[in-house]
């Protein structure tokens, strides 16, 4: 289908159908976004008032938050007045879905959702049609930072098994077809999909391309093994991992772009991206509410800790001042592009992808990369930690790995956790990955919470 006729015709005509506010979202956002810091401010703390408001008078669970403390939404006037408000946990969510849920809100309009999480623990949510139909706007408004519009066309080597399996139906093909999309999944990566997935790539020629970090790396690498670098996208952007700098390099070599770096997650879709200045990821906050945790200079420059996430929009099922366990620091300087909106200038780590050491290091991806990656005898590798001084590091090796490659591993690693640290080897011809075909290169069983490095963060 002609990118123009989607962008023109069939997209604008499918939301008149549905009769939602995509595009009235969009537009206000492509509004807000260059206002003044100070004004998207304000644009945004009148959003969370009206959110607290709802909640205290409609969600059970907020009431007695607010009981407990002894305040109302009135005596919220400040963001260290917001800090009062608790911490919304993975664990309180389950332990409260239905109260959670508003009193006033149509049932007919939540969708239900789940999340593994780092822990593979299904967390099970609802997601409102306003808070959706927000999201939906925000990737768009994110595209086209990235020069991609409505109906360009769009590859995303994402998902699992069961999206293929979806996909197979009559209904979801037609409406990839209509909205030039093309789904490739990430939990098939063997040798013949590599090549099945140039064939089709070559012959959809996406001016987007979209996939996890770990994913598209591997496809880069046998695209350039083989010597087929001819799928020339506009733009990648990468999602759903840390994202490390050496898969940006093997990546562009491949695709012949530098890459984008996306942040968001299932619990609130899209919350930030870096623009064509690649300096930080800008925030959507015209529909999220970002801030740092347990810091007295929250969204300074050089302040890195674990980020809360409000969802502005979601009035069925709020999430205020929700632990998505990412790090990160916030800045509200303004970016050379332009842009409003604060950005991310530590990029993301996840809690539970930091090594804690036994002698008080903590221990992002980068050192684990960098260590591991190009080590002779190293194909791929997996670092888990199950106690705080123990981890198991699975390879799986090439034919040159050697007693030798295992003892250099060892020394290294020891002299960034101490003597203490306990290192056992797995080699494993295959990897594990997630149900959705994500790798992770760390997984520390303790969920430290510890701040990442700024050296050592990335986008998960």
């Not at 508003?102 to 999480?117: E, F, H, K, V």
């Not at 929250?298 to 999430?319: N, R």
């Amino acid at each position: 289908m002609h990118p123009a006729i989607v962008r023109r015709i069939i997209y604008p005509v499918f939301r008149a159908l549905k009769r939602d506010r995509v595009l009235c979202y969009l537009d206000e956002m492509r509004r807000v976004q260059w206002l003044e810091p100070e004004a998207i401010r304000r644009y945004q703390w009148e959003k969370l008032k009206k959110l607290l408001d709802h909640a205290w008078k409609h969600v059970p669970y907020y009431k007695d938050v607010f009981g407990g403390l002894g305040i109302t939404p009135e005596d919220i006037r400040s963001e260290e007045d917001f800090k009062r408000l608790p911490v919304l946990r993975k664990s309180d969510i389950r332990a409260n879905s239905e109260r959670l849920l508003a009193d006033n809100y149509p049932r007919d309009n939540l969708a239900p959702d789940s999340t593994g999480g780092s822990t593979g623990e299904n967390l099970y949510f609802f997601v409102g049609s306003e808070a959706d139909q927000a999201r939906r706007a925000t990737t768009i408004r994110m595209n086209e930072w990235n020069g991609i519009l409505v109906g360009d066309k769009m590859a995303m080597l994402w998902g699992t098994a069961f999206d293929m399996e979806r996909m197979g139906k009559i209904k979801n093909a037609v409406k990839f077809w209509l909205t030039n999309q093309l789904l490739l999944s990430a939990y098939r990566m063997g040798e013949s999909s590599m090549e099945e997935y140039v064939r089709r790539l070559k012959r959809f020629k996406p001016d987007i391309v979209v996939g996890y970090p770990s994913a598209m790396a591997h496809f880069s690498e046998s695209i350039l093994e083989a010597d087929l670098n001819e799928i020339k996208p506009k733009a990648v952007v990468l999602s759903g991992e840390t994202l490390y700098e050496w898969q940006r390099e093997v990546i562009r070599k491949a695709f012949g772009v530098e890459p984008y770096d996306h942040y968001g997650c299932r619990e609130f879709g899209a919350i930030a991206r870096e623009c064509k200045v690649r300096q930080g990821l800008h925030i959507a906050c015209e529909r999220v509410f970002l801030e740092v945790a347990a810091s007295d200079k929250a969204g300074s420059d050089d302040e890195v800790g674990e980020l809360l996430v409000t969802d502005l929009d979601s009035f069925g099922m709020p999430f205020i001042r929700y632990a998505i366990e990412d790090m990160g620091a916030i800045t509200w300087e303004r970016c050379e592009c332009g842009l409003g909106l604060p950005r991310l200038k530590t990029a993301i780590g996840r809690t539970f992808d930091v090594v804690k050491a036994p002698n008080g290091n903590y221990l992002g991806g980068t050192f684990w990369t960098i260590l591991l990656r190009k080590k002779k005898g190293v194909e791929r590798f997996q670092v888990v930690q199950e106690e705080l001084d123990k981890i198991t590091i699975a390879i799986t090796p090439t034919s040159d790995f050697s007693d030798d490659t295992r003892r250099y591993i060892l020394d290294k690693v020891r002299e960034a956790c101490g003597p203490e640290m306990r290192v056992r080897f797995e080699l494993k011809p295959d990897l594990v990955t997630t149900p959705t075909g994500k790798h992770r290169f760390v997984i520390s069983k303790l969920g430290t919470g510890a701040p990442v490095a700024p050296e050592a963060a990335g986008n998960e």
